[in-house]
């Protein structure tokens, strides 16, 4: 079964910085899509950040210019680079990758992490 595990989640200071990671495991012949979710309290979850496997990437206007995602495709990993953090972007980040399970199969299905929590004290 394929897993996927977020670390690097914490209380940070507005205006700091903070790296989350999210580390995919076992049967995968493929990863399409890679990105990075977020929840607050009370509130939908919504599509941060993502990234295709050519590397093109797409933020929600609310992070553009403060936060980076990258990906190790070798590692299959996925990384969110976030700074000038400011309070709003407190809540629980959820990583979501697209997994080719099967050698010969051609279908991707969608996989999530159990979520790591951030909170930007102001």
């Known amino acids: 079964q394929v897993q996927l595990r977020e670390s690097g989640g914490g209380l940070v200071q507005a205006g700091g910085s903070l790296r989350v990671s999210c580390a995919a495991s076992g049967p995968i012949f493929g990863i399409t899509r890679m990105g990075w979710y977020r929840q607050a309290p009370g509130m939908q979850r919504e599509l941060v950040a993502q990234?295709?496997?050519?590397?093109?990437?797409d933020y929600v206007d609310s992070v553009k210019g403060r936060f980076i995602i990258s990906r190790d495709n070798d590692r299959n990993m996925v990384y969110l680079q976030m700074s000038s953090l400011k309070p709003e972007d407190t809540g629980v980040y959820y990583c979501?990758?697209?997994?080719?399970?099967?050698?010969?199969?051609?279908?991707?299905?969608?996989?999530w992490g159990q979520g790591t929590q951030v909170t930007v004290s102001s």
């Open positions: 979501n990758a697209e997994v080719k399970t099967g050698i010969l199969s051609g279908i991707y299905s969608p996989f």
């Open positions: 990234i295709s496997s050519d590397g093109s990437t």
